[in-house]
């Protein structure tokens, strides 16, 4: 029972790219979902953090380091949760990972361990 991230690789500054996070063994309907960075020597970070599709006033936020870049969305149907990245910096290097929660107020708070069904992550890498 987890997520299984797929999309990432060797990707040019600049470009763009689909990450995609498929659950596995759960449905997505009743949980808020976000996409987490962790780069090597560094602390995780919070990416994104969508709603759950049941959620009465839920807003979707990003960190300033992709806001206006990273696009997430959720295909319940599916039961699959994409971030779409665009303008790549090399800055945005590391391992991608999704989890789910109650809702996107530990995202918001930085209680990433609140998370949980976390994937094994996809590496993203940005370099010419």
């Known amino acids: 029972v987890q997520f299984v991230e797929s999309g990432g690789g060797l990707l040019q500054p600049g470009g763009s790219q689909r990450l995609s996070c498929a659950a596995a063994?759960?449905?997505?309907?009743?949980?808020?979902v976000g996409w987490f960075r962790q780069a090597p020597g560094k602390e995780r970070e919070g990416v994104a953090c969508v709603p759950s599709s049941s959620s009465i006033g839920g807003v979707t936020t990003y960190s300033d380091s992709v806001k206006g870049r990273f696009s997430i969305s959720v295909d319940n149907a599916n039961n699959t949760v994409y971030l779409q990245m665009n303008n790549l910096k090399p800055e945005d290097t590391a391992t991608y990972y999704c989890a789910t929660d109650r809702g996107c107020h530990a995202f918001d708070v930085g209680d990433y361990e609140d998370f949980s069904h976390w994937g094994q992550g996809t590496q993203v890498t940005v370099s010419s």
């Open positions: 063994g759960f449905t997505l309907d009743y949980y808020a």
